[in-house]
């Protein structure tokens, strides 16, 4: 008995020495009734990157399994001037990632954010093939290692300087089954979160995102090569290999293709949501507004393998588009729902558009059902573009086998 408490007492000495030897605080260790000992807790020293990748590095090394805590306070993410390209801060799938606990409304958003990260100066991207990523997850696509990355808002230096004219990623979620980012705020974090699959295999992502404001006021979206706003949200296979299951396998699942976006707040982006090459969003519950509508919602046509997959777009509000100008869907690729939606402020809700230049019928819209949604008399419900007709590739009309998936998805429930 003797020998055990020495033994305790030595790895909590040699732990607590480690802890401080890293920069990490308050810290939790458990030792269950064998002895063993478990790291539930790591709070990184403070927002700055380098201190949250240590905190993240130290949960990899010891179990691989765990949460990292990001103190309360308003950090300089980078240091001012510091540059880097790929990721700031890698986050390997089963280490979740939490910002300080908020109190949030009874409808579930966050009153005020306590753990503020901010980019304090501008960090150069090509706005194509090289943006920066504050934050990557990357996983395997395991099943038992999800990851979650809550309560935190990101401050890029767009805030400080609005003529910036960098795009940059918040988040991208690479290969990671189960992922959740929730009651977060990115504000003027200009290419939006990614979440898909790489590595030119077949690997797997779905997960769910959920309470999140997303926000822009300043840049621009066109002409393309100038585009300083990307996507608020990108939902896409890795480009090298397709998957096309049937409609009916599609709606109301989820697969491992799948993102659910529920509960959010999006305003000016190139598109709030876009999917592309066999990709599949449900989105539900969200609100849009003061967007662009440059297709507020997208479903890319086929550029590599195949289109879009499908998307799920029911119980939103689209509202007050730049000039009252826009329109809120592009169905350009793919299928799916959109109905129990109200609009107001957009001139068109659905834009149906056949591209023959990139893709073969498999991949034109159509398996569209459109139905029940509140639309003012100066908007058009459905503008079709190209050989789309009515009741062949759209219907006004639910699908008498679809049933919408569970809301709120288990994950945003807890």
Same mark, same amino acid.
């Given at each position: 008995m003797q020998k055990t408490k020495v033994w305790i007492w030595l790895v909590l000495t040699m732990f607590i020495w480690v802890s401080f030897s890293f920069g990490f605080s308050g810290t939790e260790v458990i030792i269950d009734n064998t002895g063993q000992i478990s790291i539930s807790n790591i709070t990184a020293k403070s927002g700055y990157w380098r201190d949250i990748q240590d905190a993240v590095n130290w949960v990899v090394a010891h179990s691989g399994i765990g949460n990292v805590y990001i103190p309360e306070g308003t950090w300089n993410f980078i240091n001012v001037s510091e540059s880097w390209t &790929? *990721?700031? /801060?890698? %986050? #390997? *799938? &089963? /280490?979740? /990632?939490?910002? *300080? #606990?908020?109190?949030?409304y009874a409808n579930g958003t966050v009153k005020e954010w306590k753990t503020v990260l901010v980019m304090p100066s501008s960090v150069w991207s090509d706005n194509e093939d090289n943006i920066p990523t504050w934050f990557k997850i990357v996983g395997n696509s395991e099943p038992n290692k999800p990851s979650r990355f809550s309560d935190i808002k990101l401050v890029g230096y767009r805030s400080i300087n609005n003529s910036d004219p960098y795009m940059h990623y918040a988040i991208e979620v690479e290969n990671v089954i189960d992922f959740r980012i929730d009651h977060c705020y990115f504000e003027h974090t200009t290419a939006g979160v990614s979440c898909g699959s790489a590595y030119e295999k077949p690997t797997q992502f779905r997960g769910v995102i959920d309470h999140c404001f997303f926000v822009n006021h300043y840049g621009v979206i066109e002409p393309y090569e100038d585009k300083t706003i990307g996507? &608020? /949200? @990108?939902?896409?296979?890795?480009? =090298?290999? *397709?998957?096309?299951? @049937? %409609?009916?396998? !599609?709606? &109301? =699942?989820?697969?491992?293709?799948? !993102?659910?976006?529920?509960?959010?707040?999006?305003e000016k982006w190139r598109h709030c949501v876009c999917a592309n090459n066999g990709g599949h969003y449900v989105f539900r519950h969200n609100i849009i507004k003061n967007d662009f509508g440059f297709g507020s919602l997208d479903l890319h046509e086929k550029r590599t393998q195949t289109s879009a997959r499908a998307a799920e777009i029911y119980e939103n509000q689209f509202l007050d588009s730049e000039d009252g100008q826009g329109d809120a869907i592009w169905w350009r690729g793919g299928g799916g729902v959109a109905f129990n939606n109200t609009v107001a402020g957009y001139k068109t809700f659905a834009f149906l558009i056949e591209n023959a230049e990139y893709q073969n019928e498999t991949f034109q819209p159509h398996d569209i059902w459109i139905w029940n949604n509140s639309i003012p008399a100066n908007c058009i419900l459905i503008s079709a573009d190209g050989d789309i007709k009515q009741d062949r590739d759209y219907f006004l009309n639910a699908p008498s086998w679809y049933t919408p998936y569970p809301y709120p998805h288990p994950f945003a429930s807890g």
């Amino acid at each position: 008995m003797q020998k055990t408490k020495v033994w305790i007492w030595l790895v909590l000495t040699m732990f607590i020495w480690v802890s401080f030897s890293f920069g990490f605080s308050g810290t939790e260790v458990i030792i269950d009734n064998t002895g063993q000992i478990s790291i539930s807790n790591i709070t990184a020293k403070s927002g700055y990157w380098r201190d949250i990748q240590d905190a993240v590095n130290w949960v990899v090394a010891h179990s691989g399994i765990g949460n990292v805590y990001i103190p309360e306070g308003t950090w300089n993410f980078i240091n001012v001037s510091e540059s880097w390209t &790929g *990721a700031r /801060v890698t %986050i #390997p *799938a &089963g /280490v979740n /990632v939490f910002g *300080a #606990p908020t109190e949030k409304y009874a409808n579930g958003t966050v009153k005020e954010w306590k753990t503020v990260l901010v980019m304090p100066s501008s960090v150069w991207s090509d706005n194509e093939d090289n943006i920066p990523t504050w934050f990557k997850i990357v996983g395997n696509s395991e099943p038992n290692k999800p990851s979650r990355f809550s309560d935190i808002k990101l401050v890029g230096y767009r805030s400080i300087n609005n003529s910036d004219p960098y795009m940059h990623y918040a988040i991208e979620v690479e290969n990671v089954i189960d992922f959740r980012i929730d009651h977060c705020y990115f504000e003027h974090t200009t290419a939006g979160v990614s979440c898909g699959s790489a590595y030119e295999k077949p690997t797997q992502f779905r997960g769910v995102i959920d309470h999140c404001f997303f926000v822009n006021h300043y840049g621009v979206i066109e002409p393309y090569e100038d585009k300083t706003i990307g996507y &608020g /949200v @990108s939902v896409m296979i890795d480009w =090298h290999y *397709a998957v096309w299951d @049937s %409609i009916e396998q !599609v709606l &109301g =699942h989820y697969n491992n293709y799948t !993102v659910f976006i529920e509960d959010c707040y999006f305003e000016k982006w190139r598109h709030c949501v876009c999917a592309n090459n066999g990709g599949h969003y449900v989105f539900r519950h969200n609100i849009i507004k003061n967007d662009f509508g440059f297709g507020s919602l997208d479903l890319h046509e086929k550029r590599t393998q195949t289109s879009a997959r499908a998307a799920e777009i029911y119980e939103n509000q689209f509202l007050d588009s730049e000039d009252g100008q826009g329109d809120a869907i592009w169905w350009r690729g793919g299928g799916g729902v959109a109905f129990n939606n109200t609009v107001a402020g957009y001139k068109t809700f659905a834009f149906l558009i056949e591209n023959a230049e990139y893709q073969n019928e498999t991949f034109q819209p159509h398996d569209i059902w459109i139905w029940n949604n509140s639309i003012p008399a100066n908007c058009i419900l459905i503008s079709a573009d190209g050989d789309i007709k009515q009741d062949r590739d759209y219907f006004l009309n639910a699908p008498s086998w679809y049933t919408p998936y569970p809301y709120p998805h288990p994950f945003a429930s807890g």
